[in-house]
């Protein structure tokens, strides 16, 4: 099953605004990690943040972190055509148990119009 | 420095057969991870190697095996596969598995069950 729920599911807008995408998650995380994916392919790493941390950057990416409301956001600024890809945040749950497991949610679907 | 590299891309097979996945880990990765993303959905996690031992195992059935090589490579073995195992297989490579690492996924091995 999956952990949490990524809001919207599919988010379309115009080259050079702004993204926002928004990942709620259900148990207590030792880290947090975004990640996206173009046609169904292999996915890569966008950023990591530890639930210590409340907010990180980097490059055009911005991705806080509220522990209290089990809650994460990433913003795409200034979108790009080539940011049209599939998100997905993925948590690691705190406990000695967990190890590397990842627990994804569904995904929000971006569509950048040129 | 070579990826995650997963082989085959693509595969076709019938129900009841079996079929074996392949995975080598980026380079200094001990730690392999085995995920299920069938069409739409968020990757679900099989299992994790560590040291040539299955560390932790998700909600799959007992059909799903693995093995780790000592050169830390890794196979996903599927029996008496079903029409509902068709899905993308993506393998992720890490360090040791702590927390707070990175987890490199490959490109995927798609299986399509006919």
């Known amino acids: 099953s999956q952990q949490g729920e990524e809001d919207p599911q599919a988010l379309s807008i115009q080259e050079g605004e702004n993204a926002t995408m928004n990942c709620s998650y259900k148990t207590s995380i030792n880290n947090l990690q975004w990640y996206r994916q173009n046609s169904g392919r292999g996915l890569v790493h966008l950023i990591l943040i530890r639930s210590n941390e409340r907010e990180k950057h980097s490059g055009r990416l911005r991705v806080t972190l509220d522990t209290s409301k089990k809650s994460s956001s990433l913003l795409i600024t200034a979108s790009r055509a080539a940011d049209t890809a599939s998100y997905f945040c993925a948590t690691k749950a705190s406990g000695g148990t967990s190890y590397g497991k990842l627990t994804f949610g569904q995904g929000t679907i971006l569509t950048v119009h040129p | 420095d070579a990826g995650v590299t997963q082989s085959p891309t693509h595969l076709i097979k019938t129900r009841g057969q079996q079929v074996t996945l392949r995975c080598s880990p980026k380079s200094g990765h001990d730690t392999v991870s085995w995920y299920q993303q069938a069409l739409g959905q968020g990757p679900q996690f099989i299992f994790q190697?560590?040291?040539?031992?299955?560390?932790q195992r998700g909600n799959f059935p007992d059909r799903f095996s693995g093995h780790q090589f000592p050169n830390y490579s890794s196979e996903l073995n599927v029996n008496a596969l079903l029409l509902g195992d068709s899905a993308l297989y993506l393998c992720?490579?890490?360090?040791?598995?702590?927390?707070?690492?990175?987890?490199?996924f490959g490109q995927g091995t798609r299986l399509t069950v006919v």
């Open positions: 190697y560590y040291e040539e031992e299955e560390r």
């Open positions: 992720a490579s890490s360090w040791g598995g702590q927390m707070n690492t990175e987890a490199f």
